[in-house]
């Protein structure tokens, strides 16, 4: 049963080569996917190339599907992994700043990392950039930390603030994907380049598009959140209600790993 | 150079199982921003260690006296630009250059390459995360904020693409 490092499987040392290994292979797959050329990066904005939002959608479909299936067959304790927690205000302005500095400079922070390594200097600068940016965060900080932790909700998931299962929620979300792919191909029909996007077959797509459809459907049927909630938990204290099971990522940590804690810890 | 690329789709498929896979052995997403601010931070404790330690955000990547480079997400970014460097190169894609669209100039480039790195870089704090670390690693696991995140990004470069399309095509 995962997460396998909060289970003490491993120390604090082997982590780090896990995280070089997950590196490896997230590089990896931005580099291939085009995401070190800046003006493949950027065409998504003016409606030519959607290849982040296909990467990044797919992406996120799959981790959350496998995430939801492994703590249906008990693989994986979700109580035990990092939820990161909602800070309204930050959120939606730090998002709309990072938005303007993505297409003002052309990357994000790991496809900087992919495009400098592939010689672009311009990416090197960006890096130099944010680096700049973080220590003028620093600076202001003590202005800023009020609105720092503005609007915040805890540690709570979209299932949370829509009222549904998470199987639903699970299931809108890969509806939504569909649609997004298919919208964004159409988008792309007419506005990019047709050499240069990626084909595919019309069937395969669809076949692709059904199953992913199928595979929430049968999350929304089977409600994950009421099979995590019936099941007893070895190590955290039983009769929890869902909402609870779900948060305790803080407070679980402390008997299960070996020293290390998550205070300090943010998703980027 | 060559400009074929995979899939995006199969690219995808591809990240959410690394993502799976970091999930389930150490109990989190990827991410990337926070090594370039710890990163910085080692820089700026070379020259000032007193002025991190009274630094309030500053001084919590220095905590318990650790280097603050001694991070799980610093090797998860070392770790990437090895892969980037494979895949480049066995792609044959490594080429020195300022990339740019062909109607803009290589200072002004570079000039507003530092402008978005500032800029994302605070926003990144700001938000406690970037495009990776937040929206795809809180959106997979149905984080509400950063779902919110993910489509703040997309609103804040939609609405401004217009200013830099020089830039770009």
Request: hydrophobic share 50%.
């Amino acid at each position: 049963m995962g997460p396998l490092y909060k289970l003490g499987w491993f120390d604090f040392a082997y982590s780090l080569q896990v995280a070089g290994l997950i590196g490896f292979l997230s590089g990896f797959v931005f580099e291939r996917a085009g995401f070190g050329n800046v003006r493949k990066l950027t065409a998504i904005f003016y409606l030519r190339d959607f290849s982040v939002l296909k990467v990044m959608f797919t992406s996120i479909v799959v981790c959350m599907l496998g995430l939801l299936y492994f703590s249906v067959f008990g693989w994986i304790d979700l109580g035990r992994v990092y939820l990161l927690p909602t800070y309204i205000w930050p959120q939606i302005v730090g998002g709309l700043v990072l938005g303007i500095g993505f297409v003002m400079g052309g990357y994000c922070p790991t496809t900087s990392i992919v495009a400098t390594v592939s010689g672009k200097l311009d990416g090197l600068i960006f890096i130099i950039g944010m680096m700049l940016g973080s220590v003028i965060f620093a600076e202001l900080f003590p202005f800023l930390e009020g609105f720092y932790s503005a609007g915040n909700m805890g540690a709570i998931r979209v299932s949370d603030v829509l009222k549904l299962n998470s199987g639903i929620v699970a299931l809108l979300i890969c509806l939504m994907a569909v649609g997004a792919y298919w919208f964004v191909e159409r988008v792309e029909d007419k506005f990019g380049d047709k050499a240069a996007l990626p084909g595919g077959s019309r069937r395969i797509k669809w076949s692709a598009a059904t199953f992913l459809i199928l595979l929430g459907l049968i999350l929304a049927i089977v409600n994950p959140d009421h099979i995590i909630a019936k099941r007893p938990s070895p190590r955290i204290q039983p009769q929890k209600k869902v909402e609870q099971v779900q948060k305790p990522a803080v407070k679980s940590e402390e008997p299960a790993s070996s020293g290390f804690k998550i205070v300090d810890d943010e998703g980027c | 150079m060559n400009h074929r690329y995979a899939n995006p789709y199969v690219m995808g498929v591809l990240l959410g199982l690394v993502m799976l896979f970091s999930f389930y052995t150490m109990g989190r997403g990827v991410g990337s921003s926070a090594s370039f601010a710890r990163i910085a931070t080692a820089g700026v404790n070379l020259v000032a260690p007193g002025h991190v330690a009274n630094n309030k955000y500053l001084s919590k990547y220095t905590r318990g006296g650790k280097s603050p480079l001694m991070a799980w997400l610093v090797f998860l970014s070392l770790g990437a630009g090895l892969g980037g460097l494979f895949s480049a190169f066995i792609a044959n894609r490594i080429e020195g250059e300022v990339a740019r669209g062909p109607s803009i100039g290589v200072s002004a480039r570079l000039w507003l390459a530092l402008g978005g790195g500032i800029l994302s870089g605070f926003a990144a704090r700001l938000a406690r995360g970037c495009t990776s670390g937040q929206a795809l690693t809180g959106a997979s696991e149905l984080a509400f904020g950063s779902w919110i995140f993910m489509f703040s990004i997309f609103a804040g470069a939609y609405a401004t693409a217009y200013f830099f399309r020089k830039e770009w095509l």
